[in-house]
């Protein structure tokens, strides 16, 4: 299944520690999402990348949140320092811009715990 | 861009009976209009699509609405089941520069 993949799946962060998160998105898909998931905000958007080219940095997140794409197969986010508001699970998504299929394919998340 | 606001938050229905839940959007150029389901510990999963050529489509149990003028569109799961308890996304995006619009998602309960 070449589907979207994540890693790690969970992750339990110290206060002011330093974490990457990981995304290999669907091959040959050129649009890629980082988004936060919690219950009370819902689905924010953290990074939105197009052909690697960053296209959207959420507002709110620039601060301490920082996502790459260094080549088409590979993005990070890096989240530096984490503090306890950040627990959160984090999506990567991807999807085929310009294809006749626009389905956006999710990863399985990651975990995020700040303590 | 878009903005997509998707109501209920919170949706508790007893088993046998449908559920609804609704999506507006602002941008008129949208045209694609997807809903995902989660199941909890499991990503998001397109179920159910519909393009902005068509007012009405069904598949297994789901039907999706779509009303251009008032830029709104819905999901509507007939004898709803346990096994439909999960969190439900709408989203819209236009085949142009645009990316993918979410909503902030609906959580269904369905009580047996």
């Known amino acids: 299944d070449a589907g979207v993949t994540q890693t790690p799946r969970h992750e339990v962060a110290e206060k002011g520690q330093t974490i990457i998160l990981k995304c290999e998105p669907v091959?040959?898909?050129?649009?890629l999402f980082w988004y936060r998931q919690t219950k009370i905000q819902g689905l924010e958007l953290l990074s939105y990348?197009?052909?690697?080219?960053?296209?959207?940095d959420g507002g709110a997140f620039k601060d301490r949140f920082k996502a790459e794409m260094l080549n088409s197969s590979f993005s990070t986010l890096k989240i530096q320092p984490t503090e306890p508001k950040d627990s959160a699970v984090y999506l990567c998504a991807s999807s085929l811009w310009g294809g006749n299929d626009t389905e956006v394919f999710f990863g399985k998340g990651t975990r995020l715990t700040v303590v | 861009g878009e903005q997509v606001e998707q109501l209920p938050s919170i949706l508790r229905v007893q088993e046998g009976s449908s559920a609804s839940i609704n999506c507006t959007y602002e941008?008129?150029?949208?045209?694609?209009f997807p809903w995902y389901k989660q199941e909890p510990g499991e990503n998001p999963k397109l179920i159910i699509d519909i393009r902005s050529n068509m007012e009405r489509k069904q598949t297994q149990g789901l039907i999706v609405l779509l009303d251009k003028k008032a830029k709104r569109f819905s999901l509507h799961i007939t004898d709803t089941q346990p096994g439909d308890s999960a969190m439900y996304f709408c989203a819209a995006s236009e085949n142009s520069n645009n990316r993918i619009f979410f909503g902030d998602g609906t959580q269904l309960v369905v009580k047996p």
């Open positions: 941008n008129s150029a949208s045209n694609y």
């Open positions: 091959s040959g898909h050129n649009d």
């Open positions: 990348f197009r052909s690697k080219s960053l296209m959207e």
